[in-house]
């Protein structure tokens, strides 16, 4: 027999890579990495495991990515509902922000995310916020996996005064994480409309060293489109092909405008696409063609968008929201099935963000970055097809233990590595206070 450190024994294994579901089957793993997926019945003579973990209920699947959030806004959570992106924008997120933003907010702000990550299944999260090197050290900490945006804008804030001084702090932080096996970076240019030209050409001359995701808004309204073409002549995308910036490296979010053109200059140029359903109702920014991405062959992930526009970081409900969108904007209910659903949440935000070698299905020689999820609730009950229940009836209640890189980080509901009420005393502490004085 071999020696391992854990075994984990599931009713249900989904790999996402391949597809399908493998009954009564387990999971070896050691120092942190997939060994083997196998059944049960031979895992029991093949491997002696320092730890075995039975999950005679739940399904095993690869741990959720997140692949586009802004963490530290779970702070602003519930601050301005029910408004259009560019009024929420600048009359309420970024006035509060020029008033509360802080290493301090970005830290608790980001604990906040995390736990609540975390407890809904997310073992991976891209993030694009202020102070990144503040929230390195919480997901550290927690021993989550995250990718963190060299945040990229032309006006001053609390953070820098430039978009040099973004560069330049991004790049310090790229540099002190330099081999981090949990913690990567991405260049993070906030959107076409808040970055000119020179930042942009700069971002693409250092990225031709370094390969990195470049994390961006792009197309999310009309409006955002139409005003390019009054100002500039061209569409956003145009523009940012013309700077060289369309390519494999390229996370462009939200993409709820798009020609069949450009769908197909997406494809050719190897761009990913998150896309960010629920927030995108909720602002009123449009539809991301999704069936007609896929179909094109375009890489397309998921994302929650932050808590301030969502109002949650929930995955599950996030796949579920995409799934039935899609079937009803392009009025075919085989759009986006549900496997394909499990996979945007999986291993296409691994791909986005340059990390599908390492996480995003269960898969020999990954990291064991693994998601536990009972199905013997009334509400996923009979269960015939288990990735069809977790996407149309789970909820993230029911996600019971997780564990990153192998390390156990959720057990049985309870997070291992956060003080869930010291979070929650730091998150009431702050709505107090951005309660009395939203902004300036």
Request: with cysteine; aromatic share 4%.
């Amino acid at each position: 027999m071999t020696d391992i450190e854990l075994l984990i024994n599931a009713r249900w294994v989904i790999p996402v890579e391949p597809d399908g579901c493998l009954a009564h089957h387990s999971v070896a793993i050691h120092q942190g990495r997939i060994l083997e997926v196998l059944p049960t019945a031979v895992a029991a003579t093949g491997y002696k495991a320092q730890q075995t973990v039975d999950l005679p209920d739940q399904a095993l699947i690869p741990g959720l990515i997140n692949a586009h959030t802004h963490a530290a806004m779970g702070l602003f959570r519930g601050l301005a509902d029910d408004l259009p992106l560019m009024e929420w924008l600048k009359n309420h997120i970024w006035p509060a922000e020029s008033r509360w933003v802080s290493p301090q907010f970005v830290s608790d702000g980001a604990q906040l995310a995390v736990a609540e990550m975390l407890k809904g299944g997310t073992t991976c999260f891209s993030d694009m916020y202020f102070f990144p090197e503040s929230c390195a050290p919480v997901v550290r900490r927690a021993g989550m996996r995250a990718c963190l945006g060299m945040i990229l804008i032309d006006f001053p804030s609390a953070y820098a005064d430039s978009a040099a001084g973004y560069l330049d702090k991004g790049l310090r932080l790229h540099d002190e994480l330099r081999g981090n096996e949990l913690v990567t970076v991405a260049f993070a240019p906030h959107a076409p409309y808040s970055v000119s030209d020179e930042p942009l050409a700069r971002v693409r001359t250092l990225n031709a060293e370094l390969g990195l995701p470049v994390h961006m808004h792009i197309h999310e309204t009309a409006h955002e489109v139409e005003d390019a073409l009054v100002s500039t002549g061209r569409r956003p995308l145009a523009r940012l092909q013309e700077l060289d910036l369309l390519g494999p490296n390229l996370v462009a979010v939200h993409m709820t405008q798009l020609l069949p053109e450009e769908i197909a200059l997406l494809a050719r140029t190897g761009v990913s696409v998150v896309h960010c359903p629920e927030s995108n109702m909720k602002l009123a920014s449009g539809f991301c063609p999704v069936s007609a991405l896929l179909q094109a062959g375009v890489n397309v992930a998921l994302g929650t968008d932050g808590a301030a526009s969502n109002n949650d970081l929930d995955m599950l409900g996030e796949m579920r929201t995409a799934a039935l969108l899609a079937k009803a904007v392009s009025a075919d209910a085989t759009a986006l099935p549900a496997s394909q659903a499990l996979r945007m949440a999986t291993l296409n935000g691994a791909r986005a963000l340059g990390l599908e070698s390492v996480t995003g299905s269960i898969s020999h020689g990954k990291y064991a970055d693994l998601v536990a999820i009972d199905l013997t609730r009334l509400s996923s009950q009979p269960v015939y097809d288990p990735v069809s229940q977790i996407v149309y009836t789970a909820s993230r209640e029911q996600v019971t233990d997780v564990w990153v890189a192998g390390r156990r980080l959720l057990n049985g509901g309870r997070l291992t590595s956060l003080d869930e009420s010291e979070i929650l005393h730091r998150a009431r502490d702050w709505g107090d206070r951005i309660g009395r004085q939203p902004g300036p």
